[in-house]
């Protein structure tokens, strides 16, 4: 039950001539008497909410940043007419700051018999399941008075999934990936590529790549073309631990790492290779393996939607013995982790050896813009130590990169904006040098 401004507004004129009046209890209850009657009326006369029936349909995914529209269907089998006002409740996360008000509330008049169709456009902030909450009614009587409220409850779920920004990056590391294949006018030989074709030779050529065979048979020079290897195996392992938690900009890296993740399995399926996701820390988060090329990023979206950071030290023995084995034959193994000195000396470079010595390893990180910004200060004294504490910091990173590729690894370390195209790049310069 619900008392409403009407009633109010009413009990606060009826007050006015009593108080100038006739002061007393009898002329309060002279007033308030019938308003109470006629709310009570009202209220009788109100559609009850039990008696509803409220079904969903609508939107079950959306990318983070986009908007979602879940129906809720409202039926009426009563016999009297439902005046109401209907909230939809989500949880926070599921709108923009300041517009969930104006988001979640309805106002719907529904025939005895008849049913209406309400929307609900949701906004999320964040990725993960948003779970629809209770539904709040309020269903009025004619007079406006006073109401009956109940709630219902109407599962729906609503999976965010990863915005995949840096697919506007596609398209350029695609075109570079059909020079790799030969089929532009760039045609590249690197050591372990794979024969493809033959065509006449042209001034320029590399006299190495002659076919000497062909040239006699057809009596002119032919030479053999190359593309890289096909049907290789790449394994993206995503760090979940206490490291992926740390903001910059305004996501954690873990979702920056993902972007980079989700544009690394489009470029590499579209080259022919076979592309797995394993999410670790101390244990496993997610896993998706022997997919087909066209279910893998729609997995790998799936899967990381859920994902968030860890606030544990990644186990990086069992991450390591994880890979191995997910991956039993020479593979390109991507860590998506961080650079941070401690975590790497004391958890990943005792069990390293043991992943160089089977596969290719490339180690990519979010480095912080501001670091960067930090090395630049100057002018007051707290600003020469921030530049100090930004140059040290970038000085520990580098020196353990330096250890890393020593050990054989190929190391990636760029912002959030340039991390995925970066790792695109490196993975188009192995294919090229045939270290896949």
């Not at 964040?126 to 009587?141: F, L």
């Not at 390591?320 to 193994?333: E, F, G, N």
């Not at 050990?407 to 904006?417: F, R, S, Y």
Request: net charge positive; aromatic share 4%; glycine share 6%.
């Amino acid at each position: 039950m619900a008392l409403t401004g009407r009633a109010a507004l009413l009990a606060a004129l009826g007050s006015i001539p009593v108080g100038i009046l006739e002061p007393s209890w009898t002329g309060m209850l002279a007033v308030n008497g019938p308003l109470a009657l006629a709310c009570a009326i009202d209220y009788a006369l109100a559609t009850p909410v039990r008696g509803l029936r409220l079904t969903r349909s609508g939107d079950t995914a959306v990318r983070l940043g986009d908007t979602a529209d879940v129906h809720l269907t409202i039926t009426n089998a009563g016999g009297r007419p439902l005046r109401a006002k209907v909230r939809d409740a989500w949880p926070p996360s599921s709108w923009q700051p300041g517009t969930e008000t104006a988001a979640s509330r309805h106002s719907v008049t529904v025939p005895a018999g008849e049913r209406r169709r309400v929307t609900t456009r949701l906004r999320p902030t964040r990725r993960g399941d948003r779970r629809a909450a209770k539904v709040t009614v309020r269903s009025y009587g004619p007079l406006g008075l006073l109401a009956r409220q109940g709630h219902h409850t109407v599962p729906w779920t609503v999976r965010v999934l990863p915005p995949f920004t840096s697919r506007k990056h596609l398209p350029s590391r695609l075109a570079r990936l059909r020079e790799l294949d030969g089929r532009t006018s760039v045609l590249t030989r690197g050591e372990g590529t794979e024969f493809d074709s033959l065509r006449d030779y042209v001034p320029g050529d590399d006299t190495r790549s002659i076919d000497w065979r062909a040239t006699a048979r057809q009596q002119k020079v032919a030479i053999r073309t190359w593309r890289p290897e096909r049907d290789r195996h790449i394994l993206i392992c995503l760090d979940t631990g206490r490291t992926s938690a740390g903001r910059v900009g305004d996501a954690p890296r873990l979702d920056s790492a993902m972007d980079a993740a989700l544009l690394l399995a489009a470029l590499a399926t579209r080259a022919g290779d076979r592309v797995d996701l394993l999410a670790h820390d101390r244990r496993t988060r997610a896993q998706v393996q022997g997919r087909a090329a066209a279910d893998v990023l729609p997995s790998f979206v799936n899967a990381m939607a859920t994902l968030e950071p860890e606030l544990v030290e990644t186990d990086s023995r069992a991450m390591v013995s994880t890979i191995l084995r997910s991956a039993p034959r020479r593979s390109l193994v991507v860590l998506l982790t961080s650079l941070d000195t401690a975590p790497v000396e004391e958890g990943l470079l005792p069990v390293l050896p043991q992943l160089t010595a089977r596969h290719t390893v490339v180690l990519a990180s979010v480095a912080d813009p501001h670091v960067a910004e930090m090395t630049r200060s100057r002018g007051t004294i707290d600003a020469v130590y921030e530049a100090a504490a930004g140059t040290q910091s970038q000085t520990q990173r580098r020196r353990t990169a330096d250890h890393l590729t020593r050990l054989g690894v190929t190391v990636v370390d760029a912002t959030p904006d340039t991390l995925a195209p970066a790792l695109a790049d490196t993975y188009l310069a192995l294919k090229a040098a045939g270290r896949l």
